[in-house]
């Protein structure tokens, strides 16, 4: 057998102690012949293994991880291997999107008595591998640092500039709640360091009201914030891709429904302030900013130029299907529309990291990466990075990640984050308007979108009583197939 008589790989395997570290020891007993290349992490049940272990392995220099527990229905903890199958397939689609190829990554089921057959797995496995070659390694990929210029995809409807008509009424609304105590303030937005930004507005007088400003300059999700005010009656101004995250964190139970006054209004896409500024090349001094229709007229440096919406909204903003709140106590002026044949495209970024090969792919995220500074912008951003003062990012214990300069530790802290948002994320975009070096870190979290879509049919942020995937399972799945490991 060709396994047999190769160089040793490294293949790594976390196995369930009940059934597959017991299947694996009765193969020994029987001495069933097998290949030498795996070693076995045992592991107290299929459940335990939290995706992150397959992955730190496979980007630590693992050629190839397996992992084996109980046959469905047959968990000593009755349903740790269904909660399993959901995660582990999660990260098996995941893995392409970085370049790793998925087959090097594997789950399946083997019972203590099937000694027989673990050495059919493991055989058959190890074969996989070895036809594979040693993995590649991702600080040894050729790094892809420029991004070309991609075309971004075609808005669903009509994007616009103007601050909206409905504003006034907006402010109505929350000084009558201020003034009935039914808040202790309301966050919405303000006009910035410059009249291109704007930054978090908290309102608890009349006066700070007169501050507030909706338009496509509101960019920031204040969702962000609500976790840190459990406990209190505040309110919250949202954009549509703003209240999935509202939605989120009740469905996750991190703030209590009876607590948040929500104020929608509809909106018409955000600006992408980066694109603006690179269209005016890097100006040192913004002096005005003013929206009519579709264009957005900027002065700078002593010139005035009109900017179509077109060119400069946030990319996020073309392909986006909730442009309203999908929750709210109070809704200021109509409801924008989106045409009812309206399909979405899929975003540029996506487009072109689906044409590229895995070797390319892993060279992109190399080259990318290289420029992150660990500011953790992205994190802080996040609506749903909800355990920021545990982060293993920071963390010593457990030591997920080290301080080390090194792209394969930065881009570690990148799919952790893309897998702790697996069923969660709602596709806000914080993350990438966040990344002060223009990394796409929101490509990772656009395909655990995808997948989570593809495997649940689910879209997260939509409905406070759902359950998140990957928080329940179905005895029979109906996206999920058992995968045959050719020659097992
Ligand atoms: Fe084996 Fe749960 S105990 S998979």
């Known amino acids: ?241 703003d209240s999935r995250g509202v939605v989120e964190l009740l469905q996750e139970n991190l703030i209590k429904r009876e607590d948040v006054v929500i104020f929608g209004m509809g909106c018409n896409g955000t600006v992408d302030v980066n694109k603006v500024l690179a269209k005016l090349g890097d100006p040192s001094c913004i002096e005005a900013v003013q929206g009519g229709g579709a264009t957005l007229k900027v002065t700078a440096d002593g010139q005035t130029v009109d900017l179509p919406m077109f060119e400069i909204a946030q990319d996020k903003c073309r392909a986006c299907t909730v442009p309203n709140a999908v929750i709210h106590d109070h809704f200021a002026g109509s409801p924008t529309k989106i045409p009812d044949d309206a399909t979405p495209e899929p975003a540029a970024i996506m487009n072109f990291l689906d044409g590229l090969s895995l070797e390319e792919r892993m060279g992109f995220w190399r080259g990318q990466i290289e420029r992150c500074i660990r500011c953790y912008a992205c994190r802080n951003a996040c609506p749903m990075c909800v355990c920021r003062d545990h982060c293993v990012a920071d963390s010593r214990e457990p030591h997920w990640l080290t301080q080390e300069d090194s792209p394969t530790q930065k881009m570690f802290f990148q799919l952790i984050h893309a897998l702790h948002l697996a069923g969660r994320c709602t596709g806000c975009g914080e993350c990438n308007r966040a990344c002060p070096m223009g990394i796409p870190v929101g490509a990772l979290k656009m395909q655990i979108g995808r997948t989570v879509k593809k495997l649940f049919e689910y879209a997260p942020g939509m409905d406070e009583n759902a359950v998140p995937p990957l928080l329940g399972f179905e005895l029979e799945e109906k996206n999920i197939h058992e995968h045959h490991i050719e020659g097992a």
């Open 1 to 241: 057998m060709s396994v047999l008589t190769g160089k040793e790989l490294r293949i790594v395997g976390f196995l369930c102690n009940w059934c597959s570290y017991g299947g694996a020891d009765t193969a020994g007993v029987a001495r069933f012949t097998q290949p030498t290349d795996l070693r076995i992490i045992r592991v107290p049940c299929s459940g335990r293994v939290n995706p992150l272990f397959p992955l730190k392995a496979l980007l630590s220099g693992a050629d190839g991880v397996l992992v084996s527990g109980c046959h469905p229905r047959d968990c000593h903890y009755s349903e740790g291997n269904f909660y399993a199958r959901r995660r582990l397939e999660v990260l098996k689609e995941f893995l392409p999107i970085v370049g790793i190829d998925p087959r090097r990554f594997e789950y399946t089921w083997v019972s203590a008595s099937e000694g027989q057959r673990w050495q059919q797995v493991v055989t058959a496995f190890t074969d996989r591998i070895h036809k594979l070659g040693p993995a590649p390694r991702f600080e040894d990929a050729r790094p892809i640092y420029d991004l070309p210029a991609l075309t971004p995809a075609a808005p669903l409807r009509p994007l616009g500039c103007g601050t909206s008509p409905a504003l006034a009424e907006l402010k109505d609304q929350i000084k009558a709640a201020l003034e009935a105590k039914e808040v202790e303030f309301v966050m919405g937005w303000q006009i910035g360091h410059d009249p291109l930004h704007t930054t978090p507005l908290f309102m608890r007088t009349p006066e700070d009201v007169d501050k507030l400003v909706w338009g496509p300059l509101n960019v920031h999700s204040l969702a962000t914030f609500l976790p840190q005010h459990k406990g209190k009656k505040v309110g919250i101004v949202v954009k549509g891709c």
